[in-house]
């Protein structure tokens, strides 16, 4: 059964940092991009960022360019999202998801498996 697991989401006053964790078990996706996703209240899911299976690829939203940091791990089967200059519109549960390429996507519809979310919560 595949599961993804993520942590490090929480609390913290505009301009702030945090790390966001995602831990996938039940097979391995070395061969597989992977992508986080995030949706504020009231909003619709929206994309983050993504990265392909080697990590040799990214791709962010606009929002979060040259704030946000992707990166993976293929041996530890994880992937991160170093946030930096956070601001409180980055408020939103976060969530981490394996695409069905090898390329990243800004498509929800392009990944097949997500985790249950962390909440993001920035301060004024």
């Known amino acids: 059964q595949v599961q993804l697991v993520e942590s490090g989401g929480g609390s913290v006053q505009a301009g702030g940092s945090l790390r966001l964790s995602c831990v996938a078990s039940g097979r391995t996706f070395s061969s597989r991009a992977m992508g986080w996703f995030r949706q504020a209240p009231g909003k619709e899911r929206e994309f983050v960022a993504a990265i392909s299976y080697t990590g040799g690829s990214t791709s962010y939203a606009d929002s979060v360019k040259g704030r946000f940091t992707i990166s993976r791990d293929n041996a530890k089967n994880t992937v991160s999202l170093q946030m930096n200059s956070l601001k409180p519109e980055d408020t939103a549960e976060y969530y981490c998801?394996?695409?069905?390429?090898?390329?990243?996507?800004?498509?929800?519809?392009?990944?097949?498996?997500w985790g249950q979310g962390t909440q993001v919560t920035v301060s004024s």
């Open positions: 998801a394996v695409g069905t390429f090898l390329l990243p996507s800004m498509r929800g519809a392009d990944y097949n498996y």
